[in-house]
């Protein structure tokens, strides 16, 4: 079997863990504070916190920024369904709009449409690892006075140009960015999330609201010679990572230079060998954004059944998943009344496949898989 996906783990992340277990310190300790450090130093971020998904990430992020009951969140329908459910779990609405077909990411110019008095925050999702528009997206919120928030989820050793200057997905260009380190992604702690900021004040809000509004971490009164009696000065969660993750994923941090080259290879090979098969559009990447190819996403021709493709595909061994789903598509979120045309999402979801993409991937199995989808194009 040819998988969808496949995490890089090793020998050394083994040991990591291992000496993270054999320390006596397995809750959020010294493993979590170095992986915070090194990873707001990769991306060039003032401060990083750590935290236990990027669900919980974007819903402390909001709940940092003030946004509750009666507050509009504008997001793209076309992601996971986290994205939306953080909105909802803070009491707000989330605002769909629709996205650009050859990104899959937010369309600014929709955003724009969607914005009413009620509107605080914008989520933009770095779908796939393909970087969004953020200049024009930056420009938005500012001018318009309201946050904005990048899911980053997928994006971790994506990069972009700003003034010339090519800078990683992570480095604060909104108000926060949140990233996940789930199997799925291109560096894992099998679960995990981090929020990145340039706001001293948010990231202290982070790092109370993830470890149950506690005044004073456990690890300060661990360490502390004289007995200390903390506080619980707001109603917090417990979002906390591990040291052990933590270990995992400062590891996993020294290969991402390596795993995103891998990808980027994989991915230049599907566009050589799909490239010219007629109705089959790929996915396209901006001059100013450098993709981690997280997936990589085609989207069929119109007289061709995505399903059917997908079977066929298994059949012979190779794993696939149609197009990021549309939460307005799902039970939470059907009845909401939906001010927006989500053509493109809609789309998206019914006519495209994630094909296989991992830094192990062999030159033979992506000519397998390239040949297999021109053999359905063709049938």
Avoid at 82 to 105: E, R
Avoid at 351 to 377: C, D, G, K, T, W
């Amino acid at each position: 079997m040819i998988p969808i996906a496949m995490p890089l783990l090793a020998d050394e992340e083994a040991d990591a863990a291992r000496a993270a277990v054999l320390s006596g310190w397995i809750s959020q300790g010294s493993e979590v504070a170095a992986f915070e450090q090194e990873f707001a130093a990769l991306v060039d971020a003032p401060f990083a916190c750590a935290v236990s998904s990027c669900t919980t990430a974007l819903q402390v992020a909001l709940a940092a920024l003030g946004i509750g009951p009666g507050d509009e969140v504008i997001t793209a329908s076309h992601s996971f369904i986290a994205t939306a459910n953080s909105i909802k779990y803070q009491g707000a609405t989330p605002v769909f709009v629709d996205i650009d077909p050859d990104t899959y990411n937010i369309d600014p110019d929709r955003v724009l449409e969607a914005i009413t008095p009620r509107t605080r925050a914008i989520i933009a999702v770095h779908q796939m690892g393909m970087p969004c528009n953020l200049a024009a997206l930056v420009a938005l919120a500012d001018r318009h006075g309201v946050a904005l928030i990048e899911d980053a989820a997928c994006a971790a050793g994506s990069r972009i140009q700003v003034n010339g200057t090519w800078e990683r997905i992570g480095k604060p260009h909104g108000r926060v960015a949140c990233f996940s380190f789930h199997p799925r992604k291109v560096i894992t702690t099998g679960e995990g999330g981090m929020i990145t900021t340039a706001d001293p004040e948010l990231d202290r809000k982070f790092r109370l609201l993830r470890q149950h509004g506690m005044s004073v971490p456990d690890t300060v009164r661990h360490g502390s010679p004289r007995v200390i009696f903390e506080d619980y000065l707001v109603v917090g969660y417990n979002y906390r990572m591990t040291d052990i993750q933590a270990a995992v994923g400062r590891k996993q941090l020294e290969r991402l230079p390596e795993l995103v080259a891998r990808r980027r290879a994989v991915a230049a090979r599907y566009a050589e060998l799909l490239g010219n098969l007629e109705g089959l559009r790929l996915p396209a990447e901006p001059e100013w954004a450098r993709s981690n190819w997280q997936s990589y996403c085609v989207c069929l021709p119109d007289r061709v059944d995505q399903r059917s493709v997908m079977q066929n595909l298994l059949d012979i061994e190779i794993a696939t998943r149609r197009g990021i789903m549309c939460s307005h598509r799902e039970p939470p979120y059907v009845k909401m009344r939906h001010r927006h045309e989500l053509r493109h999402s809609e789309l998206a979801q019914d006519h495209s496949i994630l094909l296989p993409i991992y830094a192990q991937m062999s030159q033979e199995n992506v000519a397998f898989v390239a040949n297999a989808v021109r053999n359905e194009i063709n049938r």
